[in-house]
């Protein structure tokens, strides 16, 4: 029930009748600014306020703040709630923290993120993401990356996105041995997005 239906039911039959059809859009006018602090403030099954539960919160955004993890503009609530989970400004400069906000723009169930060290000089990285789970706008993603990397550290704008990568079951099956694997892929960097041979993974 919305705050402007709580105060029309106050009022009763009588004063709504006598006041004419005018005061129900007066009502609504005048709570309408009340409307979003009043979600914030029902209770949730869980019996939390909802603007401090994650799951039911309107306002994900509202709860990022109060907990030390401002959420970039842009996102869907569902991005924000996610963002909100990962706690992201608790780790902040990390690795893990730049893979957790861009993962809040990926699509998928993965959600893969790589986080290609000194790929140009000691102070550049770059992200690798799938092709299938990328936002259309690969600028989200350096935008995301953006708001955890540390002080000093330089994105490359150019995001690397590959087709799909290679299981470990897959590599050793296909592949052979360990010696074999490791002529095959001398480094972590050509293993990770190698792109299987059509009809040998799914």
């Known amino acids: 029930m919305t705050v402007a239906e709580r105060v029309l039911a106050g009022l009763g039959p009588t004063f709504r009748r006598r006041a004419g059809e005018q005061l129900q859009p007066l009502v609504e006018a005048l709570t309408s600014v009340l409307e979003r602090a009043d979600a914030l403030v029902q209770p949730t099954a869980r019996g939390w306020t909802a603007g401090f539960d994650i799951n039911e919160t309107p306002d994900p955004a509202w709860l990022g703040r109060a907990t030390g993890t401002p959420v970039p503009d842009g996102l869907t609530t ?74 000093g550290l330089l994105i490359d704008p150019d995001v690397e996105v590959v087709d799909h990568g290679a299981t470990f079951a897959h590599l050793t099956a296909e592949h052979g041995t360990f010696a074999e694997l490791a002529e095959r892929f001398p480094t972590l960097g050509s293993m990770t997005p190698h792109v299987p041979e059509e009809g040998t993974i799914i």
């Open 78 to 151: 569902e991005q924000q709630r996610e963002l909100v989970r990962s706690r992201a400004q608790w780790r902040r400069g990390t690795p893990r923290a730049i893979k957790g906000a861009v993962q809040t723009v990926l699509t998928g169930a993965t959600k893969r993120v790589d986080v290609l060290e000194r790929t140009d000089g000691p102070w550049t990285f770059k992200i690798r993401v799938w092709a299938s789970e990328a936002p259309e706008d690969l600028a989200d993603v350096v935008a995301a990356a953006a708001t955890q990397k540390p002080v």
